[in-house]
């Protein structure tokens, strides 16, 4: 399973290109604190690469969530707006947000892998 990372802190594994599942990361849930609400885009949603497609939002902060690659909505984690403490308790598992039909498969080359998001969010 390849996992992508955005310098947003957003993760995407892109193993089904019809359904590219997206979250925020462990970094990101950290900064945030404990998760109190999320808003999530609406299924059918087009979006581009960069653009806000939800909210996060935090006991102490709220934060934008951006679509890592372009594409249209086509399932939000139903289960994430009734418990969104699972973006901190599994935020790359059960605290996916929503799922993706990607528009342009290429533009995963333009996101990080482990490492370097590593690197990277140790150093932001």
């Known amino acids: 399973m390849t996992i992508k990372f955005s310098k947003d802190h957003e ?57 890592p690659v372009a594409g249209e909505i086509v399932e939000v984690n139903e289960a994430l707006r009734a418990d969104p403490s699972l973006a901190n308790s599994d935020p790359l598992g059960a605290g996916w947000f929503f799922k993706v039909k990607l528009a342009d498969a290429s533009q995963l080359d333009a996101l990080l892998d482990e490492t370097a998001y590593q690197d990277f969010a140790a150093n932001s």
Do not use: C
């Open 11 to 67: 993760w995407i594994n892109a193993a089904d290109v019809n359904a590219a599942v997206v979250g925020i990361t462990v970094h990101a849930q950290d900064a945030l604190g404990d998760v109190v609400f999320v808003d999530l885009p609406e299924v059918g949603g087009l979006f581009a690469q960069g653009e806000v497609a939800g909210v996060v939002e935090s006991v102490k902060a709220a934060a934008d969530v951006y679509m």
